[in-house]
């Protein structure tokens, strides 16, 4: 469930590449064999960027899941108010917790989810 959660919108994008890389290879213009040799290759380059998308996010979650249970501070992106500060920063000494990968704190209406967020590294 995870994959599709982090992965649906790619998914998505790369179902409409495959539709528009079918019409493109039927037409006339095309040469005979153009659908059965270029929608193989079609396909397995784009599940070869969302699979390897897929594993960098979830190293990088990792990392951050770590990190914090270690006591770091983690920055997230806030999308709630664009006119103000666009991320915020995550610690555990100020009440945040981490349940399936979301961070969460009383104080907020939303949590933020750990495959948006980084380590902070301070100066």
């Given at each position: 469930?995870s994959?599709?959660?982090?992965?649906?919108a790619?998914?998505t994008?790369?179902?409409?590449i495959?539709i528009?890389?079918?019409i493109?290879?039927?037409?006339?213009?095309?040469p005979?064999?153009?659908?059965?040799?270029g929608?193989?290759?079609?396909f397995g380059?784009?599940?070869?960027?969302?699979?390897?998308?897929?594993?960098?996010?979830?190293n990088?979650?990792?990392?951050v899941?770590?990190?914090?249970?270690?006591g770091?501070?983690?920055?997230?992106e806030?999308?709630?108010?664009?006119?103000a500060?666009?991320?915020?920063?995550?610690?555990?000494?100020?009440?945040?917790?981490?349940?399936?990968?979301?961070?969460?704190?009383d104080?907020?209406?939303?949590?933020?989810?750990?495959a948006?967020c980084l380590?902070?590294?301070?100066?």
């Amino acid at each position: 469930m995870s994959f599709l959660e982090l992965e649906g919108a790619y998914i998505t994008i790369a179902i409409f590449i495959l539709i528009i890389g079918a019409i493109v290879t039927t037409r006339k213009f095309m040469p005979k064999n153009a659908f059965k040799k270029g929608m193989p290759i079609l396909f397995g380059v784009l599940a070869v960027f969302i699979l390897l998308h897929y594993y960098i996010t979830t190293n990088r979650m990792s990392e951050v899941k770590s990190a914090f249970e270690s006591g770091k501070t983690i920055i997230c992106e806030s999308r709630e108010n664009r006119k103000a500060a666009q991320s915020i920063l995550i610690s555990k000494d100020k009440s945040w917790r981490i349940e399936d990968g979301i961070f969460i704190n009383d104080q907020y209406s939303r949590g933020f989810h750990s495959a948006r967020c980084l380590v902070y590294k301070e100066d």
